[in-house]
């Protein structure tokens, strides 16, 4: 079994295929069994989907669009044209991708993309080591719920949601066969080799909490009867602005004032799973990026540039150990809320997971929501989070 990451620091696309594919040719390995490209919408991505196609010859191509670019063994990439690759050679292994338009019924699609993408694995009704998943956001719930009816719910479900640089909606999403800009891929992983991954946040409570008691989706109206966005603003410090006269983002504001549910505690600590506020509307509303529900009980959560730097970091560190410390490859999935609260210091993120992955292949996307496996649970999605999934060494 064999891993290796390429970047392309070409800034188009037919130069950046062109480097990627001579990079992985280079290894000599023949065709890859498993290609995950993830790249910034300064380039086009039906240009970039056609032109892997052709170039690469993969069958289970994996594409998404990262917010401004990519990280990875090489270094950090986020000028906006970013492009990197993750090859997997693996004999022993089996890899199937699939994608779909999203629609009207994002969970039906999912099973629909699960059951297709087995198929194309040559390993229907069984259960994958892993899905990895580019997705759309919007409705990341029903996404997981529906590849669990699929894979069982146990299997581990890592990835992203697909971004763009300005949450303009510019973001993209392919498969083998097609690209779509409200879409899924997933691709269903048997590798020959263990896997472990680690899925966590750079945030801790601050003490304040409450209970939604009125939400619609993923717009939350009141918190202990309260204007959501006030509760916000209260318990931020006034960090997190109210509307005036109309509704306006708060996304760049609460990048470091989060709300945080509890999932479960582990070793007496508990975990929270985060949901971005992203608008802030005039009736006192929030918007979130992840879906909550009434009666759940909302932890305002806090970060700082150093947590966020330096949990990457950890996370890296804690996938090597449950691993044995004896990995080949690893993929890593880093908000690109994160990413832009903390881009000019984005070098130091990347050289604190190569100091913990060691020379191996790795590469990291900047998601718009990110989807995991908290320690002892199935998979979640949250926002701000940071996945780490590591593939065991061949010995291990």
């Not at 699939?98 to 198929?119: T, Y």
Request: glycine share 14%; with cysteine; aromatic share 6%.
């Amino acid at each position: 079994m064999h891993f290796f990451s390429a970047q392309s620091t070409a800034g188009t696309v037919s130069g950046g295929v062109a480097e990627i594919a001579a990079q992985i040719e280079s290894c000599g390995f023949g065709t890859p069994d498993f290609v995950a490209l993830h790249f910034g919408v300064g380039l086009d991505a039906a240009e970039l989907h056609d032109a892997a196609r052709s170039a690469l010859g993969v069958t289970a191509l994996h594409g998404g669009s990262s917010c401004l670019g990519i990280m990875g063994a090489a270094g950090v990439d986020i000028g906006g044209s970013g492009l990197g690759a993750f090859a997997i050679w693996d004999a022993k292994g089996s890899f199937g991708t699939s994608s779909v338009d999203l629609g009207d019924n994002a969970e039906a699609a999912a099973q629909r993309a699960g059951l297709a993408a087995l198929e194309h694995a040559g390993r229907p009704g069984e259960i994958p080591e892993m899905v990895w998943i580019t997705v759309a956001p919007g409705c990341e719930e029903q996404v997981i719920a529906g590849l669990r009816s699929v894979v069982g719910a146990d299997t581990l479900i890592v990835g992203g949601s697909s971004a763009d640089n300005d949450v303009s909606g510019k973001w993209a999403q392919f498969g083998p066969d097609a690209l779509h800009s409200n879409g899924l891929v997933i691709t269903v992983l048997f590798p020959s080799v263990p896997v472990a991954s680690v899925y966590q946040s750079g945030y801790a409570p601050t003490g304040a909490n409450g209970v939604v008691t009125r939400v619609e989706g993923r717009r939350v109206f009141e918190i202990d009867h309260r204007p959501a966005s006030e509760v916000l603003h209260d318990w931020s410090g006034g960090a997190v602005s109210l509307a005036d006269e109309e509704p306006h983002s708060i996304l760049a504001e609460a990048t470091l004032w989060p709300l945080g549910r509890v999932t479960r505690q582990v070793a007496g600590v508990p975990f929270h799973l985060l949901a971005h506020p992203a608008v802030a509307h005039t009736d006192g509303a929030i918007d979130l990026f992840a879906s909550v529900f009434e009666g759940d009980r909302l932890w305002q959560m806090q970060g700082s540039a150093d947590s966020l730097v330096a949990r990457a970091g950890r996370v890296a560190a804690q996938s090597r150990q449950n691993a044995g410390n004896r990995i080949s490859g690893a993929l890593v999935v880093y908000c690109g809320g994160c990413m832009l609260a903390v881009r000019d210091r984005m070098e130091e993120v990347s050289a604190g997971i190569k100091a913990e992955l060691g020379d191996i292949p790795w590469l990291g996307v900047f998601t718009f929501g990110e989807q995991g496996a908290p320690a002892g649970d199935v998979a979640k999605h949250g926002n701000l989070m940071i996945s780490c999934t590591v593939f065991s060494a061949d010995d291990v």
